[in-house]
């Protein structure tokens, strides 16, 4: 069974926009929320990461919104730009030491046309 | 550079073949990992290695072996190949709690098609 629910699958937005993914987890284990993201050819890379204990992180264009009591959490990306154009994973993660067992979810693949 | 490394880059088997796709990395983390991303799957978590000479199962370990070679090196090897392992292989590392940044880096990947 999926443990990280991620909807949409695809999406399409119009430069200057805001995309929005949203994430849905049922493991309270987790203690730590993660997203990647994945330009063609090339392996995720760490985009931004929030814990548990926090409702909103920023960075730049790109936001978290956390809802513990909910089990969601989103990827806003605000002022949308065609190089943001990539596939995005949101994840939870156990974390046990010096380990970090992470769950995905299925992706995003996001598109922002000009 | 720093980072993950895999090879090869790509490979086309034969149903029943062998192979063993390698990953090394040069950043001194303790942790490695080996997913398999699949349309509509996501990554899926094949094994991992917490540290180095331990090896545990992901989710998905049916059909792979993996070996810890030392702190760098981490393998994962197909014994019998079959077309369901057609897909694109990512190593993965991570250098432990408190590290900047927390949480993976990916190598590149390996696309292994099985015909």
């Known amino acids: 069974q999926q443990q990280v629910k991620q909807s949409p699958q695809s999406l399409i937005v119009q430069k200057g926009g805001i995309s929005i993914i949203n994430c849905a987890y049922e493991?309270?284990?987790?203690?730590?929320f993660p997203w990647y993201q994945q330009f063609p050819g090339k392996g995720p890379a760490l985009l931004i990461a929030i814990r548990p204990d926090v409702s909103e992180k920023k960075e730049g264009r790109f936001t978290i919104s956390f809802n513990k009591s909910a089990k969601q959490f989103s990827l806003h990306i605000m002022d949308s730009q065609p190089g943001d154009s990539a596939t995005y994973f949101c994840?939870?993660?156990?974390?046990?030491?010096?380990?970090?067992?992470?769950?995905f979810g299925i992706g995003t693949k996001l598109q922002v046309i000009p | 550079n720093a980072g993950v490394t895999q090879t090869p880059k790509f490979q086309v088997l034969k149903t029943g073949q062998s192979m063993t796709l390698q990953c090394a990395q040069d950043m001194n983390h303790n942790s490695m990992y080996w997913y398999r991303q699949d349309p509509g799957m996501g990554l899926r978590l094949i094994y991992y290695?917490?540290?180095?000479?331990?090896?545990d199962k992901g989710e998905v370990p049916n059909g792979y072996n993996v070996s810890r070679l030392n702190k760098r090196e981490f393998s994962l090897r197909l014994e019998s190949a079959a077309p369901s392992q057609t897909s694109v292989y990512f190593c993965a590392s991570y250098a432990g709690r408190g590290a900047t940044p927390y949480g993976y880096t990916f190598g590149s990947g390996t696309r292994l098609t099985v015909v």
């Open positions: 994840a939870a993660s156990i974390n046990s030491g010096g380990y970090q067992k992470v769950t």
């Open positions: 290695s917490a540290s180095e000479g331990t090896t």
């Open positions: 493991n309270t284990a987790f203690d730590y």
